[in-house]
């Protein structure tokens, strides 16, 4: 399947790139196989997306992404937003190929845990103190589970497999974090086996 025109048009030309530098929420995730990374800034006002940035370095089907997963975020509540999936993203790209339907994924996580920070720090922040005094480590997002797949973020079996990915893995012996079975070094903290 080549890409779609739509696509095309959003990794010429991708709307809201940047980042906000006093962002309410900052969401990143990566994929350590592919290389893909995404970061994604939203400010909030009155529950709802009043602005969404991102930074993404990857592949063109990751930028179309981004754009698309931005545009689609602005002026949603928290509510709606979070209901992003990637099979809404691909639908609004006009498809993508098998093979990159992993860049939705990214792209709609990467949001939800943008969401999921913002979230955090108004749980987090006592009484009195700035945002700044919100730190990050007291706001890691919720889908930080150890037990998901790095590369489509898919709950993995007790076993360590991902279904939709079909792959297996193993815990790093350092950070935790599932690895691809058979690598000599984890892409998350580089320790080597």
Wanted: hydrophobic share 35%.
């Amino acid at each position: 399947m080549a890409y779609t025109d739509k696509v095309m048009d959003h990794f010429r030309n991708p709307r809201n790139v940047g980042e906000i530098a006093d962002a309410d929420g900052v969401g990143e995730i990566g994929n350590p196989v592919c290389g893909d990374m995404m970061t994604f800034y939203i400010k909030v006002k009155d529950n709802k997306l009043a602005d969404v940035k991102f930074k993404t370095f990857g592949c063109g089907a990751a930028i179309a992404v981004s754009s698309m997963v931005s545009e689609m975020a602005i002026g949603k509540t928290l509510e709606e937003a979070k209901k992003i999936s990637r099979q809404d993203v691909a639908n609004q790209l006009g498809g993508l190929p098998p093979n990159k339907m992993h860049c939705s994924n990214l792209g709609a996580d990467a949001l939800h845990r943008a969401i999921e920070n913002y979230e955090c720090k108004k749980q987090a922040k006592p009484a009195g103190t700035t945002k700044e005094a919100v730190t990050a480590a007291a706001c890691k997002p919720q889908s930080e589970d150890k037990c998901a797949c790095p590369m489509c973020a898919h709950k993995l079996s007790k076993e360590l497999h991902c279904e939709p990915c079909n792959k297996e893995f193993i815990t790093c012996p350092n950070c935790k974090k599932p690895i691809p079975k058979g690598v000599k070094e984890c892409p998350f903290c580089k320790a080597k086996f």
